[in-house]
C-alpha cells in the first residue's frame, strides 16, 4: 500500500519557470491538501479538495494552481516560478474531513523545491 | 500570536528521560494532532484525539478542552525518538488544520 506519493523529491527551478508537483493516493481518499514547510513555520495549507472536480484556496494560495479531475491525482502547478515559492512541499488526504468527521491525513513524503 | 503555540521550540534529552512536549491553541476545536516529522522529512501522524487521553507504546498524548492546551509524553526516550513534534488543531469553525511550528526534539545516546 504505497498511501500519498509525491514526485519528485527535489528540484531546482530557475526565476520564471514552471513546473508540477504531482501527488497521488491510492486509499480512495475524498480529500487531498497541499502545504508548504517554511524554515521554523508551521505547515500552510495552499489548496485542498473534497472530491473529484472540487478545489478551493487555503491559507496561501497565491502563485499556485491546482486541478482534480480523478479522486486519485492532486497536482500543484506553479506557473511562474519566484523565489518566495522556495519550500518543502506536502500532499496529503484523507478519507473524510467535514465538521463531523475527524480522520487522520496522510502525508507524502515531502518535495523540496528551490528558485534561484 | 499563532493560534497554535508549541513548547518548547527545541528540546535536547539523554536516553532514558522522560519528555513532555506542549501544545497550547487559542480557538475552539473538534480535535487535535500530533505528527511527528522525521529528519527525512516524512510527516507521520501519531494521534488524533478530541478528549482526555490516548497511549500508543511509549508515546501518550493527553488533552484538556477546557484549558485549550495539549501534552505529548515519551517515555524511556530513545535516540530514535529525534525528530520534530508538530500539533495541528482542526477547528470547530473549518474543515482545516492549522499547524503549531514544532518543537525539534534530539534525544542523545
Known amino acids: 500500500n504505497a498511501g500519498v506519493t509525491q514526485t519528485p523529491k527535489f528540484r531546482i527551478l530557475k526565476i520564471g519557470q514552471s513546473m508540477t508537483l504531482q501527488c497521488t493516493q491510492d486509499m480512495n481518499h475524498n480529500y487531498m491538501y497541499w502545504y508548504r514547510q517554511d524554515p521554523g513555520m508551521g505547515l500552510k495549507l495552499i489548496y485542498y479538495s473534497v472530491g473529484a472536480g472540487i478545489t478551493d484556496k487555503g491559507e496561501v494560495p497565491n502563485g499556485y494552481n491546482v486541478s482534480r479531475s480523478t479522486t486519485e491525482d492532486f497536482p500543484l502547478r506553479l506557473e511562474l516560478a519566484a523565489p518566495s515559492q522556495t519550500s518543502v512541499y506536502f500532499c496529503?488526504?484523507?478519507?473524510?474531513?467535514?465538521?463531523?468527521?475527524?480522520?487522520?491525513?496522510?502525508f507524502g513524503d515531502g518535495t523540496r523545491l528551490s528558485i534561484l | 500570536k499563532n493560534e497554535v503555540e508549541q513548547s518548547p521550540q527545541n528540546l535536547t534529552a539523554q536516553e532514558g528521560e522522560f519528555i513532555t512536549i506542549n501544545c497550547s491553541y487559542s480557538?475552539?476545536?473538534?480535535?487535535l494532532h500530533w505528527l511527528q516529522q522525521h529528519p527525512g522529512g516524512g510527516i507521520v501522524s501519531l494521534f488524533m484525539?478530541?478528549?482526555g487521553k490516548k497511549k500508543h507504546g511509549r508515546l501518550i498524548a493527553t488533552i484538556n478542552i477546557q484549558e485549550k492546551h495539549s501534552s505529548l509524553h515519551i517515555t524511556a526516550s530513545h535516540p530514535r525518538d529525534s525528530a520534530v513534534y508538530i500539533c495541528?488543531?482542526?477547528?470547530?469553525?473549518?474543515?482545516?488544520?492549522?499547524f503549531g511550528e514544532g518543537t525539534q526534539l534530539t534525544v542523545n545516546p
Open positions: 480557538v475552539g476545536i473538534s480535535a
Open positions: 484525539l478530541s478528549s
Open positions: 495541528a488543531v482542526k477547528e470547530t469553525s473549518g474543515s482545516r488544520l492549522t
Open positions: 496529503a488526504s484523507s478519507s473524510n474531513w467535514g465538521a463531523d468527521s475527524n480522520q487522520p491525513q496522510h
